[in-house]
C-alpha cells in the first residue's frame, strides 16, 4: 500500500529552516532559499504552503504580490524534495501541489491572477496558460510565462515582480 503526504497546509515561522534546506536541495545553489527570505523581509510574500509527509516538508510554494499590474501574484517557488519528485514514493506530488494552488486561488478573490515563470507543459496540466499570456510583456522569457485566471481573455500588461526579483 502506497501512503500520501499529509494535506497542505500554510506554513508557519517554525517551518522557515526546514523550507530554506528543501529549496536548497530542490535547486541548484541557494537563489530560491534567498528569493523565499528576501520576498519575507520585504514584506511581499501573500503565502507560502508546506506539504508534510512522515514528519517531514517535502513541498512548498510561495505566492508574492506583482507590483504590477494590481492584485496579481506571482508563483515562486515550487519545490519538491528530490526523493519525492516525480512519481517517486508512487504520487505526484508536484501536480498535488499545483492542484492544492488552483483550488486556493479560485475560493480566494482577493488574487485575480497568478503569474508564474516556468515549463509550460506541467503548469499547463494545472491550468496555467501560455496562450493567455502571449500579450505581456515581462523581464522574463515570455515563451515560458504563464498565466492562471478566470475567463479566457489575453490580458495586456507589463508585470513588474516584486522587488526579490531583482
Given amino acids: 500500500m502506497v501512503s500520501s503526504p499529509d494535506p497542505s497546509r500554510p506554513a ?4 522557515h529552516r526546514e523550507i530554506d534546506a ?3 536541495a530542490a535547486f541548484p545553489g541557494a537563489d530560491e532559499a534567498e528569493l523565499v527570505h528576501q520576498l519575507r523581509e520585504g514584506g511581499e510574500m501573500l503565502s507560502e504552503v508546506v506539504t508534510p509527509w512522515h514528519g517531514r516538508i517535502v513541498g512548498y510554494y510561495a505566492l508574492s ?3 504590477a499590474p494590481s492584485g ?3 508563483l515562486a517557488p515550487v519545490a519538491v524534495l528530490p526523493a519525492y519528485q516525480n512519481g517517486a514514493q508512487g504520487v505526484h506530488l508536484g501536480s498535488q501541489l499545483m492542484h492544492d494552488l488552483v483550488t486556493s ?3 480566494n478573490s482577493a488574487i485575480d491572477t497568478v503569474v508564474v515563470l516556468g515549463d509550460p ?6 491550468g496555467f496558460s501560455l ?4 500579450r505581456l510583456s515581462s523581464p522574463y522569457p515570455i515563451d515560458h510565462t504563464l498565466i492562471l ?3 479566457n481573455d489575453r490580458p495586456q500588461a507589463e508585470l513588474i515582480y516584486p522587488a526579490a526579483f531583482g
Fill in 121 to 126: 507543459p506541467f503548469y499547463a496540466r494545472a
Fill in 12 to 15: 508557519t515561522p517554525a517551518d
Fill in 105 to 107: 486561488i479560485r475560493s
Fill in 65 to 67: 504580490r506583482m507590483r
Fill in 149 to 151: 485566471r478566470p475567463g
Fill in 131 to 134: 496562450k493567455r499570456a502571449a
Fill in 72 to 74: 496579481w501574484a506571482c
Fill in 22 to 24: 528543501l529549496l536548497r
